[in-house]
């Protein structure tokens, strides 16, 4: 196992700016997913530690050892890729040991790393198959087999089960997890799924056009935004953004949507702009929810909504409406809402919602 530290990395091709100056460390142990957009520059990132790209400026230690220079397989890592890179012609079995064999390891010593890796993914009834007759989950866990063999000290793991279907990224995303809990190596995932990389990470680290958006624990992304694009790429459905102004009416602070007031909860400051008090307040379907009988509770604002889409998940049903103008989407429980057209009493909770500088896109 091995920490990674990278400092001050570029990575150009030609005149594309590609990696623009990313400072980061992971420690020894760690599940870090890189996550963004396409072209944001993680698989980018991730193939420099690898040393399948070379970089244009700066470092990458591994295990406090600077790496640039050494070629990908003096650099200890494994790498699980999208298109599962298994040979047609290998069983199973020879395909998790190649990696061993050409490095002269003794059978036996193959054979046993590759039974302890079957077992540990539950595909000890696969090995004398071939690729071919195998599903793209089975294959996956063939690709990571070939990976855990090498016992290596850092795992790198490019989009792996983007080729699956729902049910198969649900199910090989808990292998993973899994895996992580019980070797405890350190683990570098790349994705572009926000869910993926919610329920894997011990630390995400959003990218966007080639630098750090922000980097934390999920739940501190996912509630502490720094930016709308934080705020809007992470979470499904996403954030709802209402523009609007700071103001003061009759001695609260809140803020304005033309003649609608959602006054901030006591305690909570009123946030400061960089120019004229225009802000975006930004709402999560979990920050609304179907009133109950009485007084809103504290930090609360009540608000009569008329529905105009309701999209039932099971024990959960989302109703669009709007707000100010602006569509707003609530997750309430299955059965608080039944079509369109209704009018519902929703409770706006203020204590946790985010709000942004209108000019700059950053938390206020």
């Known amino acids: ?10 990575k150009r091709y030609g005149a594309f700016h590609a990696v623009r100056g990313i400072d980061l460390d992971i420690p020894d142990g760690e599940f870090t997913v890189l996550v963004g ?18 970089i244009s400026e700066g470092t990458i230690e591994i295990g406090g050892e600077v790496v640039n220079d050494l070629r990908p397989r003096d650099r200890d890592v494994a790498m699980v890729f999208q298109d599962y890179a298994l040979y047609p012609h290998m069983s199973v079995a020879r395909n998790i040991g190649f990696g061993l064999k050409a490095r002269k390891m003794p059978q036996p010593e193959i054979d046993r790393r590759v039974d302890t890796a079957a077992r540990m993914l539950g595909i000890t009834q696969l090995l004398g198959r071939l690729p071919r007759q195998l599903s793209g989950g089975q294959r996956q866990r063939v690709a990571i087999g070939r990976a855990i063999v090498r016992n290596p000290r850092i795992f790198l793991f490019d989009e792996p089960l983007s080729n699956l279907d729902a049910q198969l990224r649900d199910e090989m995303r808990g292998e993973i997890k899994r895996l992580h809990q019980g070797i405890s190596t350190t683990m570098i995932y790349v994705t ?16 966007r056009d080639g630098l750090i958006e922000q980097q934390g624990a999920p739940l501190d992304l996912f509630e502490r935004p720094a930016t709308t694009f934080v705020a809007g790429f992470l979470g499904s459905p996403k954030m709802s953004f209402l523009p609007g102004r700071l103001e003061s009416r009759a001695g609260s602070e809140g803020i304005a949507f033309g003649d609608q007031f959602l006054p901030l909860p006591n305690g909570r400051m009123a946030p400061r702009t960089s120019g004229d008090g225009s802000v975006l307040l930004g709402l999560r379907p979990e920050h609304l929810s179907r009133a109950p009988a009485g007084a809103p509770p504290p930090g609360c604002v009540r608000y009569d909504a008329l529905v105009d889409l309701v999209q039932p998940t099971g024990s959960r049903s989302y109703a669009t409406f709007r707000l100010a103008g602006e569509p707003v989407i609530a997750e309430l429980q299955a059965h608080d809402v039944s079509r369109p057209g209704e009018t519902l009493p929703i409770d706006v909770n203020m204590n946790r919602a985010s709000v942004f500088d209108a000019a700059t896109g950053k938390a206020i």
């Not at 957009?37 to 070379?54: D, Q």
């Not at 329920?199 to 959003?206: E, S």
């Open 192 to 207: 572009h799924d926000q869910i993926e990389a919610m329920t894997l990470a011990d630390r995400i680290v959003l990218m």
């Open 1 to 10: 196992m091995a920490n990674v530290r990278i400092s001050g990395l570029h």
């Open 37 to 54: 957009p396409s072209g944001c520059g993680k698989s980018t990132l991730l193939r420099t530690i690898a040393g399948l790209e070379e």
